[in-house]
């Protein structure tokens, strides 16, 4: 009897918990616009490596769980993260074939448009950014693609996830 599926989804399930500590972890006042997007980091790579198996559910649940860690408004990690994931199912056999800079890049304008979706919420809440700086995690996310994606290749290959 093959029994990948549950040691795939516990390793998947790690990672995210892993992304789920580091977008917590603590960094001084100047660095904190310097932060990557982990987790959507994280949800771009499985839904990338595995559509089948890590999709729009995943995105929601795991963006509720942001919302309830960051204690940010309720749905807005869930709404940002689903649309992520919805691209990224939509472009994901690109993807796959494009070199890592390349990939790259698209990973800095799918966190990009979620920092743009977090950016105009919070104006309307009455606390927006009056300039681009909140898009510095798209960009630190995008120079620490190539390493997040072959520390997950990795595993997904050390662990037969599939």
Known sequence: MNNQGGGGGS???ATFLVGYMLSQMPLPQFAEWFRPEW???ILI?????LPERVGLGTAALVGLGLDLIKGSPMGLNVLSLLIIAYLTLLLYKR??????????V???VLVGINQLIFNWVHSLMGTRSDSLIFLLPAVMSAVLWPWLFIILRGLRRTFRVS
């Open 45 to 49: 790579y499985w839904v990338m490596a």
């Open 39 to 41: 987790v959507a980091m």
């Open 11 to 13: 390793i998947i399930l």
């Open 106 to 108: 698209m990973v800095m």
């Open 95 to 104: 993807l796959r074939m494009f070199p890592l800079v390349q990939q790259a």
